[in-house]
């Protein structure tokens, strides 16, 4: 049965976005999230050549207000996205009769303003949405069809941190779900914690776990998280701070223990640069994050015996403000959309080294913030 749903979901991927590369028989296929304030028209489809990381036009899949974040179900039958200029979270289905997103409703209320980030749990049951301006976590229940009721729960987050000029009120930027399913991590960049909520997807509803946070350094400002592949570690990264730290992760409290910290920037670095997006390779060995202002990707060797990271280097993505970046689900490429130069860049990733190699590939697209494979 999983051997045929995989199936299924390579050909659904196939008649959605074209035919076959010349070049290989099994494209990855992605999804750019954009900006709609420069002429992008919403969400757009493209693939990436597995065998020499050529990117095709991008298409676009749907149309959409600002859809700054998306995120596909576990089936892979539905698709989420923000409306960041708006209190509203979207739904689509993948449909491979037309290649297109299908809105199945209306936009529904997010739970606040300017809905930033997303998650959908493994049952498909509940979608997690950050509310960056409000400092509002919210869970909205998903029916059988995909479309979204209202929120099961709302929570707001109180209170400041040591930056006056952005952290006087919470800004929560971004839900992420634990490997089990059991609990939802929530960084607040306003207030430099890190919180941790119990999740019961079969009613939307989260509830905070003992401890309910960890907290941050002052001033550094979470801004994004993500778990190793084996669940027991985890990694956040700081967008003020610039600063990657590594945590060790108790599945039976959702309790999160700091275990070492780096800069993201190379030493001696003098200017404004902020960070973005983490992600960790498939093989857990390396973890990277973005740099927008240096415009760069920091690569960091992971020890997952003592929870150390170590630098391995830092390159340039060849554009400006790289917001968002994604790997290959098998860990070979790496795609930067940076914001503010209208560009995706392709790396080769070296699986044993965690190094990454820019290819001449490049594809345009106005103001792309968020990449999201489908294969």
């Known amino acids: 049965m999983a051997l045929a749903r995989s199936l299924l979901r390579r050909l659904t991927a196939l008649l959605l ?19 709609t304030r420069d002429g992008s028209r919403g969400i757009y489809a493209l693939t990436l050549d597995a065998a020499t990381g050529a990117l095709s ?13 998306v995120a596909l179900s576990p089936d892979h039958r539905f698709l989420y996205a923000v409306s960041e200029s708006e209190q509203m979270a979207a739904a689509f289905a993948v449909d491979p009769a037309t290649g297109k997103l299908t809105s ?17 749990d493994a049952t498909d049951r509940t979608l997690l949405v950050a509310n960056y301006h409000t400092g509002i976590v919210a869970a909205l229940p998903i029916r059988a069809d995909g479309t979204l009721g209202p929120p099961g729960s709302v929570i707001q987050h109180t209170g400041s941190s040591v930056n006056p000029a952005r952290q006087s009120s919470p800004h929560v930027h971004s839900v992420t779900i634990s490997p089990d399913n059991r609990h939802v991590i929530v960084c607040d960049l306003g207030l430099d914690k890190i919180f941790t909520y119990r999740l019961d997807p079969a009613t939307a509803r989260l509830t905070p776990a003992e401890p309910p946070f960890t907290a941050a350094a002052p001033g550094a400002g979470p801004r994004h998280f993500k778990f190793s592949p084996d669940g027991r570690h985890a990694f956040a990264i700081t967008e003020m701070g610039s600063t990657l730290t590594s945590y060790a992760y108790a599945a039976a409290n959702g309790a999160l223990t700091p275990l070492d910290t780096r800069s993201t920037l190379p030493p001696g ?29 920091a690569a960091f060797a992971f020890d997952a015996a003592t929870g150390r990271l170590n630098l391995v280097e830092i390159t340039p993505t060849g554009g400006k403000s790289p917001r968002n970046f994604a790997l290959t689900p098998d860990g070979a490429w790496l795609v930067a959309a940076n914001q503010y130069s ?11 080294t965690g190094r990454l190699t820019r290819v001449a590939a490049s594809a345009h697209i106005s103001t792309p913030v968020c990449v999201l494979f489908l294969d």
């Open 342 to 352: 209208d560009s995706l860049t392709v790396f080769r990733v070296d699986p044993a």
């Open 17 to 35: 976005f074209g035919s076959v590369s010349v070049h290989s028989m099994n494209p990855h296929h992605l999804f750019i999230g954009t900006y």
């Open 269 to 297: 670095f003098v200017g404004v640069s902020s960070c973005a997006e983490v992600r960790v390779h498939p093989n857990g060995r390396f973890v990277y994050g973005s740099n927008r202002g240096h415009d760069s990707i």
């Open 104 to 120: 199945l409703q209306a936009p529904q209320s997010a739970g606040g303003v300017a809905p930033c980030h997303l998650a959908i």
């Open 57 to 69: 036009t991008p298409t676009i899949a749907a149309e959409a207000k600002s859809p700054s974040f």
